[in-house]
């Protein structure tokens, strides 16, 4: 056995959703780090998406190919099922990331937010896996089956009054992760959830925009590891999911929050 063919994502082909920047971006950057062949990335605005597209495809081998779209909406799930249609006769890797951080006291909740945080967040991920699940059928084995990642939240597991409908959201999805393992075990399709604590992106960026203010400090010394989530961090989770290292792994959440919520 050699440690590079047990990582390696040789000749695969991914979709991951949120591309253009944070854990998307750090996600599909792995993908064609670990050797796949065309990785897919998607998010509403054309030019960011256009250009991280281009970055990745410069560093690495494979492709890394841009579709816009707003997968809040069933119409543009479709949208985006049906182009990935067009282009690949098979999809080996689906990683669910888009999603938005909705905040806000519940005093202040309005039923578009509510809505908004469920269509993106929950909706979306669940359509999206099922209008592609005969491309991720197509090629998968007992020995190499297709993969699917859901992108939860450590807000899934804690309480905190402010992001009530987000938490629920990503509590939702992690729920649903062992139900979907089961109901695809049979068509060779793995699906597991990670559940992210603080990254840098640009969710995140209003908290350590400037890194020597305080608020962002005393944030540093609460998390165990004492410091936030990078690129190498949850790409190294996703390519071991993905790869053959990881592909016994189904219906499980795998905590990725350098010890977040032991101190909640
Ligand atoms: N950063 C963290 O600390 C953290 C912690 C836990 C969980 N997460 C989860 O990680 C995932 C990625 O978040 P991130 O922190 O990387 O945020 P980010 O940097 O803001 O990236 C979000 C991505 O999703 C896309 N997106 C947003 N709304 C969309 C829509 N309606 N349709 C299609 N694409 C859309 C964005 O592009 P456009 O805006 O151009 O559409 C962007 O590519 C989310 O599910 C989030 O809940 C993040």
Not at 35 to 48: C, E, N, P, W
Not at 176 to 187: I, R, Y
Not at 241 to 247: E, H, Q, V
Request: aromatic content about 6%; charged content about 20%.
């Amino acid at each position: 056995m050699k440690i590079e063919d047990l990582y390696s994502m040789k000749g695969k082909v991914c979709v991951v959703t949120g591309g253009s920047s944070g854990l998307g971006s750090y996600m599909a950057e792995g993908f064609l780090a670990a050797g796949a062949g065309r990785v897919y990335i998607t998010a509403r605005s054309g030019d960011a998406l256009k250009a991280k597209a281009a970055e990745l495809s410069a560093g690495y081998g494979g492709d890394c190919i841009a579709l816009a779209g707003d997968l809040s909406t069933l119409d543009g799930v479709e949208a985006l099922a049906g182009q990935l249609h067009e282009k690949e006769r098979h999809i080996d890797v689906l990683v669910n990331n888009a999603g938005v951080g909705t905040g806000g006291l519940f005093e202040r909740m309005t039923p578009q937010s509510w809505d908004m945080t469920m269509d993106l967040n929950l909706r979306s991920p669940v359509f999206l896996t099922q209008a592609l699940c005969d491309l991720l059928k197509a090629n998968a084995t007992v020995d190499d089956p297709a993969r699917v990642i859901f992108i939860s939240s450590v807000a899934a597991s804690e309480i905190f009054k402010h992001v009530m409908a987000y938490s629920t959201s990503k509590k939702a999805l992690e729920h649903m992760t062992p139900q979907l393992a089961l109901a695809l075990a049979d068509d060779h399709i793995r699906v597991n959830a990670i559940s992210p604590g603080r990254f840098y992106s640009e969710m995140t960026r209003g908290a350590w925009k400037d890194p020597e203010a305080e608020s962002f400090r005393q944030e540093l010394e609460r998390i165990p590891a004492h410091r936030y989530g990078g690129l190498e961090d949850i790409a190294g989770v996703a390519v071991m999911l993905c790869s053959r290292a990881g592909s016994y792994f189904t219906g499980e959440v795998l905590n990725l929050d350098g010890g977040h919520r032991l101190r909640h």
